[in-house]
């Protein structure tokens, strides 16, 4: 989990679009204008213009109405949310990369030593035939010029299993993982696509699942408080009260009924109810722009 500081926050308008594209942030005009682009992913997309989404825009998008919301039975309730709890940790992995180096001992004479190593989570969002795909941040996998191993543990899992990253975008802070099925049965995939036309409600309920400090498939509670701007980042960012700390980096961001609403990302530096993630209309441009989903 990367931290901030609270100074750098800055309240700010959202918006939402959908589609192929690629964001740009611009409080000035308060616009969002989303790119296609050509992506080296799974399947290639084919450039075709742009997209503006207004301020009034998001406004027009309707609440979300989950049916928990009706519920006035508390036991009924608390069961939907244990389920709920169940349901994200399935959903989640726990993720370390290790990164390697060359080094010359003496001429002619070279090692291969670990230079840092890194640790997050992540969330199973897709699968295929043979494969699971997970998103996480890519600040937990970046190489940086050195040579990375790529490592998983998903639900149910007792040992490690080799994943490799097959996409990313270093400006959004996003990656995906790809690791064998391998014969697992119990890893279950995120709803990551009910939230994307629905405003996130003033006061919601979420959930924040992932690995803090080492803990294995933490889950906390907290609620939706508004949208912002962290610093060094162009487009705005959900803050949220569910705790998180260092290793939930990647994990996923859910409402009462499991659904993404956005990737945990940083915390606070000195307020561990303020965490900050990056919302799914996001996600969504990403995963388009790397061919995981058509228009």
């Known amino acids: 989990m990367r931290r901030i500081g609270l100074t750098a926050l800055l309240l700010v308008s959202v918006f939402m679009a959908s589609g192929c594209a690629f964001l740009t942030w611009d409080p000035a005009s308060t616009t969002l204008t989303a790119t296609v682009r050509t992506t080296t992913g799974f399947t290639t997309l084919s450039p075709g213009g742009t997209i503006t989404v207004v301020a009034s825009d998001y406004g027009k998008y309707p609440a979300y109405q989950s049916p928990a919301y009706d519920l006035t039975d508390v036991q009924v309730y608390n069961d939907h949310l244990l389920q709920t709890r169940d349901d994200i940790i399935a959903a989640n992995i726990q993720v370390s ?27 199973l969002f897709a699968e295929d035939e043979d494969f699971y795909y997970a998103l996480t941040n890519f600040h937990v996998l970046d190489p940086g010029n050195d040579d990375p191993v790529y490592q998983i543990m998903a639900f149910g899992d007792t040992i490690p299993a080799a994943a490799t990253m097959v996409c990313f975008d270093r400006a959004l802070d996003l990656a995906v993982l790809q690791f064998e099925k391998a014969g697992r049965t119990q890893p279950r995939l995120i709803d990551w696509t009910t939230r994307l036309s629905r405003k996130i409600n ?23 408080v508004r949208f912002v701007s962290v610093e060094d980042y162009s487009y705005p960012v959900i803050q949220h009260s569910a705790t998180i700390d260092n290793g939930s980096s990647g994990g996923a961001l ?4 499991g659904i993404l609403v956005g990737i945990n990302t940083w915390g606070s530096e000195t307020d561990p109810l303020k965490s900050f993630a990056i919302p799914i209309y996001l996600v969504y441009v990403f995963l388009y722009n790397n061919g995981f989903c058509q228009p």
């Not at 990369?97 to 969330?123: D, E, F």
């Not at 859910?254 to 009924?257: E, L, M, R």
């Open 254 to 257: 859910v409402d009462v009924d």
């Open 97 to 123: 990369a290790t990164m390697y180096q060359t080094v010359v001992i003496l001429p002619g004479i070279t090692r291969t030593v670990v230079s840092h190593a890194t640790s997050g989570s992540g969330v």
């Open 202 to 224: 003033e006061g919601e309920l979420v959930l924040a699942v992932g690995n803090p400090e080492g803990l294995e498939n933490n889950v906390t509670f907290g609620e939706f």
